[in-house]
Each structure stands twice: as structure tokens, then as C-alpha cells.
């Protein structure tokens, strides 16, 4: 959470690799995510939600992807 106040992209490439405990960014792995990509919207300095980008494949984002999302969120 803290990484996403600090407006910075958090990528999970495999969930199947966990050994953190869950947090509230985690709520994909209950959709059956197993990779996932979440971007902070924050205006005003303030943390306001976040764009989920979910995939049942591992390692499906490649680096031209999260460059986008960072330019939309």
C-alpha cells in the first residue's frame, strides 16, 4: 500500500511465487489472478483507488504495457 501512496506501479508477475502476507492490493488473487498490475489514481496528493489490470497468465505484462498504464493513471 505504501508503494501505491508514493504513486508507484505494483506489479505481482506469478502469485503462485507469494511468500508476503496479504494486503488489501492483494483483492485480485480472489478473482483467481495470477499475474497483476495496479496503478494509484491520485489526485490532490491523494490516494483515491487504483486500476487493476488482472491476468491468468504469469509474466504477461511486458514493460511498453506498464509504461502505458503509468501515462492513464
Given at each position: ?24 492490493i492483494d483483492l485480485p488473487l480472489t478473482a483467481g489472478a495470477r499475474t497483476y498490475l495496479a496503478a494509484p489514481l ?32
Amino acid at each position: 500500500m505504501e508503494q501505491m501512496k508514493r504513486g508507484e506501479i505494483f506489479v505481482e508477475s506469478n502469485t503462485l511465487d507469494r511468500t508476503h502476507v496479504l494486503s488489501p492490493i492483494d483483492l485480485p488473487l480472489t478473482a483467481g489472478a495470477r499475474t497483476y498490475l495496479a496503478a494509484p489514481l491520485i489526485a490532490e496528493d491523494e490516494l483515491f483507488g487504483a486500476l487493476f489490470l488482472l491476468s491468468n497468465g504469469s509474466r504477461t505484462f511486458p514493460s511498453e504495457h506498464i509504461d502505458i498504464v503509468r501515462e492513464v493513471s
